[in-house]
Structures are given as C-alpha cells and as structure tokens.
C-alpha cells in the first residue's frame, strides 16, 4: 500500500517541511532545499528593500510553480499583524496554505495561544488553509482543529533551540486525536530528532535552523531526508514490544 | 514654467516627496518594483493589482510594499 501524504487535500511526495530562513545566501538556501527533497518550504512575508534593488529575489532561486511556498507569520506577536501579514502573503501569488505563528515571548518564542486560535478562525473563514504552529498542549490543539485549523504543528521545543522533542507523551496523546496532518515544527537539532518524530506517528517536520545553521548544511539536509523516509518506515512496520530483561536472538538448541 | 508641486508620503516606513497628482503605477515604477512578485497595501488597505493605475496618491498616504524572503 502506497503511504501518502495530503494537506488539505493537496498530496506531496515529501513529509519534510523546510524553511528558507538563516542561510549564507540564496544559493546554499535554494541547494540545501533541492537536496533535502522537500515539496513545501517555508517564507516570511517582509518590506522590499528600496534601496537596494540589485538584491536577490527568493523566487528567482526556488521556483513557486516547483515548490510550494507556504508563507508564515513569524515575527507576528498579536493575531492583527499575523492577518494582515497572510492577507498580503496572499495578494502576492494566490496563496491560500499558510503557516500561522503568533509568538507570545521574545525569549522563548513560545506560540500565544489565544491570539492564534482567534487568528485560525478568523482565517479559515476567509478560506485560507491554515497551518498552526502550536504548543504540545493537546487540549489546545483540540480547540485549534475546532477552529478550523489543517494541520497541528506543536513544537519539539523552543524555535531554534535545537533540543528535540522534550515532551513526547503530549505528542502522542495528540497523535491519537487527531485525523489532522500533525507536523512536529521548531526545536529540532539533529536528523534522529526528525525519525523520533516520525516513529511518534507525525504525519511530517518542519525544519529550518538545524539545516541551516549546521556546519554543512548541505549534507544535513540530506541527512534529514533520510531520517524522516526512516522515521516513517519504522513507524508503519510496527516495533517490537519493549522488555526490561533480554532475550536471545539465537537458538538455544545445539547450543554445545 | 510652472513647477511641479510635491508632496510627502511614507513609503515602507520612510519618507518619500513624490509629484502631486501621482498614481500608485508611477511610483512603482520609479522604484522598480516586480509588480507580480510583491503585495501593495495603502493605508492598511490592500490594493488590487489591476487598478494600480486608477488610485491616486494623496498627502500622507502610507503605502507598504512587500515580498517574500527567507523564513523558518
């Protein structure tokens, strides 16, 4: 049975999201982009420089009609700014899957989850899909697929911390949920990070500074690829009970 | 010879003198901007592409123009 994958409705090849942000140059970004297989990256929606009109263009580097860009909210701490911020994601090309992020803390950016459930109901009733950044809280998460959300993406840990999944019981509790696409996003460090994930039951990841800023983003990226195709293989193939004694592999008979 | 009159709008966040009686289209194409890679609000309000011709600047509009660039 082929193992596919759908957001709202809208099948892609890979459960691997990546986000643009943090690299060298447009270059090592659209390279660690292409090698990482990702059907989906992420983009800010900012000010074009005025002054400087020789600077490069995200899309003269990824191709939206080749890869879905889905347009985000970060730096958005109230749900104002963050609807105004996907209207205008919108106006640009059309988009209608957006990743929504309402930050509530400088600190920790951690997600303000009343301002982003107003938000995620406000926007699917424009008819936007809306992907949720979230925290790993699943009575929240509940509340936002209520709402109207398309996808649950709680977070591994704090955005660019690099921990990995510090609560994985509240990640399998909203697991066994939801029907949603559930995307871990934020806080991932290294590629097993991705394959616990996946082994969790995640329909997906989003990652962007555990690529980016690794020493060779490239062969990172690569690495996370292969570790979400692993996570996900595993997962489907359904692992062995767990044991606190041992048990041997080989037969005891003919043992001399 | 009569001089043109100018007028003061805010233009992503700065201030800009541009000639009375000027449209959105002749402001973006002075600052050269690829129309079908970016959104244009006015005044908090976002402006349909195909009437940039037909929308008139006044004094102290704001008038943001953005894009897409790298993000997590």
Known sequence: ?256 | MRKIKKIKIKLNGKVKLINEHYKIQNLLRDVKVPIKKVAIELNKEILDKKKLDKIKLKKNDKIEIVHFIGGG
């Open chain 1, 1 to 256: 049975m082929k193992d596919k994958f759908f957001i709202a409705n809208k099948q892609f090849n890979s459960r691997l999201i990546v986000g643009t942000g943090k690299y060298k140059s447009m270059r090592e970004c659209a390279k660690a982009v292409e090698l990482s297989g990702a059907n989906i990256v992420t983009v800010a929606v900012r000010r074009v420089n005025i002054s400087n009109k020789k600077k490069p263009l995200l899309m003269d580097y990824i191709d939206p009609k080749k890869i879905t860009y889905l347009p985000n909210t970060a730096g958005c701490f109230n749900s104002e700014d963050a609807l105004r911020t996907l209207r205008l994601a919108r106006e640009i090309g059309g988009w209608k899957l957006v990743k929504l992020e309402v930050l509530g803390d400088k600190r920790n950016l951690f997600p303000e989850m009343i301002e982003t459930l107003k938000s995620t109901e406000v926007l699917s009733k424009e008819g936007f899909k809306v992907m949720v950044y979230c925290n790993d809280d699943p009575l929240m998460a509940k509340r936002l697929e209520n709402s109207g959300a398309c996808a649950i993406m709680p977070l591994a840990a704090p955005i660019g911390s690099g921990l990995g999944i510090q609560n994985k019981v509240n990640i399998r509790i909203i697991r066994a949920q939801t029907k949603l696409p559930l995307i871990i996003d934020a806080g991932l460090g290294q590629a097993s990070d991705a394959a616990i994930a996946m082994e969790l039951g995640c329909d997906g990841v989003l990652v962007n500074t555990a690529i980016a800023r690794a020493k060779k983003p490239f062969e990172m990226a690569m690495a996370f690829k292969n570790a979400v195709i692993a996570g996900r293989q595993s997962f489907l193939s359904g692992r062995i009970e767990m044991s606190i004694l041992g048990k041997a592999s080989s037969p005891k008979k003919g043992i001399i």
